[in-house]
């Protein structure tokens, strides 16, 4: 894509008459209507409304019956975009059987060719003139303005995106305490922000035997968390030394040496890496068959990957100092302890043994001994205390409640609002924690959802721990509401994300439905999550 395309059509539209004095009044008459429908078409960022209502100026000022814009992906050489005039009511076919009254003018911008501007049968019958030819290179000029101005947009805007979902992954590597959690975050980012079939986040093995898939995001997970890519590999050596590779086809990549490898079409594998330390790797595949990555996509990917690595030594490095305080506090306890209480009940029990000696009385003597013996006890509870102090601590578990509000509020800057949560009933006490891992990726995969699809101004997250199965078990029930279009068709099913809620909820024995939305008249759509609360053994 370039990045000179003017942005002012009127202007470059002004530039591309010059020369053209001394035409004949009609033709420059037609010039000026031409200026005037470009002003009225403006710069809107809609492309393809935008590039409609310049083959339709074309059609009308050129005399033509149909007019056709067609843009070609920069990357692929696909199309990307077909705008058209009065071609809906006849054979596109014809057209092109029709070289004498067809006009085709290339739009091109900054030197780079977007496609081309085509004319077809003039409204009089006769062949398309020079000044039909200067006219249409000015409209030309004003659809590749439009093309790359809306490019532009669109990178802009995709960075933008890229940006927040960075932000969301700091914050979930800062915050979370269970790092394959953090992980996830980083692969869904990644998917939703790449539109990828698949993300993968790929460590060293522990034994050394090459990349590990430890998180994954994917339309279809099966058989990919813990695959492992050999150091032998070639897109393995060339991650450890801390090189992307972008592969266009897997099938046909002689780099991709894996039977998982060969399964996904345009993929690019990025180093995470922090300084000159490698921690991982980040793969984002698409499916056979769809757009290649662009430039523009491999860049920000990069610069995601490196923000991920940097936030995950962040993270590291915090759990160390938050290890260390733990530790220091734990030290300081013991030390208490055993200077100033352990002591204190040492001489207790000698003053009382001194008391035993001098009392008369047979009862007094049997309360003194009951209460050094209590004492010697406590002083051995004490010394067990310390022991456990000085071992080291587990992680601090976080509860269900503290895990949802941390989705959330990591979902409120790719989503542009804060959505609302409320819970019902103990839900720290009532879901145990395996239940608890599925119910946060399904709340994750619905507002990533709902960001992609639901173009919503409100969404609502309840989380309810007095849920019933229909056979009377308890169950926990996850529901996410928005106001937005509603539900894609089922052709777009499975691109949505809720295939993967789906099977999430049937694995554990629940399921998944909708109801009306949070918009007026029930507009929208709410999904409702429900399984049992304790995962089977």
Known sequence: ???????????????????????PGEFAARVSQLL????????????????????????????????SIVVI????????????????????????????????VPIVVAGENLGDLVLAEKSDGGAFTRQDRDLVRIIATEAGIAIGNARLYEESRRRADWIDGASAVTTALLSMADARDALEVVAEQARSLANASAVGVLLPHPDGEGLENVAVSAEDPDGIVGTVIPWYSPAATKLREGEAVFVDDTASDPRMITKLGRRFGPCMLLPMRSGTRVLGSLVIARQRGDALFTESD????????????????????????????????????????????????????????????AAEADDVRERIDKAVTELDLTIQEIRQTIYSLQQ?????????????????????????????????GPVDTVIDPATARHLLAALRELLSNAQRHAQAT????????????????????????DDGVGLPDESERRASGLRNVEARAQSLGGSVWTEAGLGECGAGTSVLWQVPAAVPA
Do not use: C, W
């Not at 370039?2 to 035409?23: E, F, I, K, N, V």
């Not at 692929?76 to 004498?100: M, T």
């Not at 056979?471 to 509401?481: C, D, K, P, Q």
């Open 36 to 67: 005037e429908s470009m002003r009225s078409i403006g710069a809107s960022l809609d492309l393809h409304s935008t590039l409609g209502s310049i083959a339709e100026t074309a059609a009308e000022l050129a005399r033509a019956r149909y007019a």
């Open 298 to 357: 491999k860049t920000m990917a990069a610069q995601f990957a490196r923000q991920a690595a940097v936030a995950l030594v962040m993270s590291e490095a915090q759990n160390d100092r938050e290890r260390l305080a733990v530790y220091e506090d734990r030290d300081r306890i013991a030390r208490d302890l055993h200077d100033l209480v352990i002591q204190r009940l040492f001489a207790t029990g000698m003053m009382l043994q001194g008391a035993h000696s």
């Open 392 to 424: 080291q601590p587990p992680d601090a578990p976080t509860g269900v409640r503290g895990l949802v509000l941390r989705e959330i509020a990591m979902a409120s800057a790719p989503l542009g609002i804060e959505p609302s949560v409320s819970f019902v």
């Open 1 to 23: 894509m370039t990045s000179h395309a003017p942005s002012d059509p009127a202007a470059a539209a002004s530039t591309a008459t010059r020369g053209l004095q001394g035409m």
């Open 458 to 481: 409100q969404i609502g997250v309840v989380i309810d721990a007095t849920a019933m199965l229909p056979e009377g078990r308890a169950a926990v029930r996850l529901t996410v509401a």
């Open 73 to 104: 992906d920069s990357a692929s050489g696909d199309l990307a975009d077909f705008a058209s005039y009065g071609v809906d009511e006849v054979d596109r076919d014809r057209i092109d059987d029709i070289p004498d009254t067809t006009l085709t």
